[in-house]
Each structure stands twice: as C-alpha cells, then as structure tokens.
C-alpha cells in the first residue's frame, strides 16, 4: 500500500541550528513527494514538493531531495528560524487523487 | 485568490445529532477533497470530487458520512447519528487540475467537531 512515516516530534532547536526531519515513503506507483506546514492556528499550506528521483524541491530556506533508492524525502534547513516554529507533514500523491500523510513533526526554535 | 473557506470553525453536538460541515473551494479549482484529522495524527483521506462527481470515497467513510458538491462548487460534509469518536478536525482542501503529479491542496483552516 501507500503510507509515509516521519521521525516523531517534537524536535526543539535553538535559533540558527540546523534542521532534519526524517520522512520514508511506501509507494505502490511512482509517486509525488511533498511536505506540507501548519503554522499555529492556520490550515496546512504547501511547503515544497517532488515529483521524481532526484528532483529537490526548495523553498523559504528549506530543501528536501526525492530519493528513490532510499524511499526517503528527508526535509533540511541549515539555519532555523523561530518563525519556523510549526507541524511539518510528509505526503504523498501516486494518482494525484489521494495524499498519504505522515503523522506530522512539531517544530519549536526557541530564540 | 481568497483560499479555501470552511464553516463552521468550530462545532460541538450531542451523540446521535446530525451536522452538516460547508467547504468553499477556490474558485478557479476543479477538484475538492474532504480529509480528518486527529490529534496527532496526519490529515486521512475521506473523499474526493471533481467537479460536481464524487470519484472516490474512503473505507474511513461510514454509511452515516455523506458528501455532495451539487453544481461543483462549494460542498458539504454531513454526519449523521453522530458519535463520540467522530470528534476531530475536518478539513477540506482543493486543487486545480494540473496534471497528475503536479496539483498539490490547498487546505482550509477546517473546522472543529466535539461530540459530547
């Protein structure tokens, strides 16, 4: 089947440190790669995306790089800010009909 | 672009009332997808419209959960005999029609079901 697991939370980091959130993929097609972000009190919006091996989507600092012979979609940023201080989802889209999403990883950088 | 508009934001009903969620898509996007969320967890599929057709319903989706987008605009959600374990954020997300790959949602603010 299709599902998506990422490193449990929450993660706490000081400003300026860097950031790593761990996101495997089980995937019966060739799938799309995304991570979605919830900043508090806001719905998810789109942070960057995938669509095939060894695309790297990017995007506010952050960057995650589709790799099929890891099945991983790991997302970095090399200087967290405490704006960046959210819930981050890993999902993907095989038919482009349904997302599968992680279990979502809380952020806080604290100043 | 004014986004995705959920109403209400919040909802509390009594176990075994019936409640009827509304989703407001962006204007210009063809497909419309209903998701649940509970706490801690990620976002999980209920269902999915394009335009005004229902193409894909979830197991999750019990006979008591009904969808419809009448002219393929905006849609409602109702459960029905509503239960305690239904008590979670419902959100809609849509998305126009870019391709297969190439949509990603965007998502409303959802609104809050509390069964009590």
């Not at chain 1, 669509?51 to 990017?58: P, V």
């Not at chain 1, 967290?80 to 349904?98: E, R």
């Not at chain 2, 969808?67 to 605009?73: D, H, I, L």
């Amino acid at each position: 089947g299709n599902s998506v697991t990422q490193m449990e939370g929450p993660v706490t980091l000081s400003e300026e440190a860097f950031l790593t959130i761990n996101c495997t993929y089980t995937a019966t097609g060739y799938p799309s790669l995304f991570w979605y972000v919830q900043y508090p009190g806001e719905g998810l919006q789109l942070l960057l995306k995938a669509t095939k091996a060894d695309d790297k989507g990017s995007n506010k600092g952050f960057e995650a790089t589709y790799r099929k012979e890891t099945t991983s979609f790991h997302l970095e940023k090399g200087s967290v800010q405490v704006s960046d201080s959210a819930v981050y989802f890993c999902a993907l889209s095989v038919t482009g009909n349904q997302f599968y999403f992680g279990t979502g990883t809380s952020l806080t950088v604290i100043p | 672009d004014t986004g995705v508009s959920q109403d209400p934001r919040h909802k509390i009903t009594k176990r075994g009332q019936n409640v009827t969620f509304r989703c407001d898509p962006i204007s210009e996007h063809n497909r419309l997808y209903w998701y649940r969320q509970t706490l801690g967890q990620g976002p999980e599929f209920l269902t999915y419209f394009q335009n005004e057709a229902q193409l894909e319903k979830s197991r999750l989706l019990s006979d008591r959960f009904s969808a419809e987008r009448p002219k393929g605009s905006f849609s409602t959600l109702e459960i029905q005999r509503t239960e305690q374990g239904d008590s979670a954020m419902y959100l809609c997300a849509s998305s126009p029609i870019m391709g297969p790959f190439n949509s990603p949602l965007h998502f409303g603010n959802g609104t809050r079901l509390t069964v009590t």
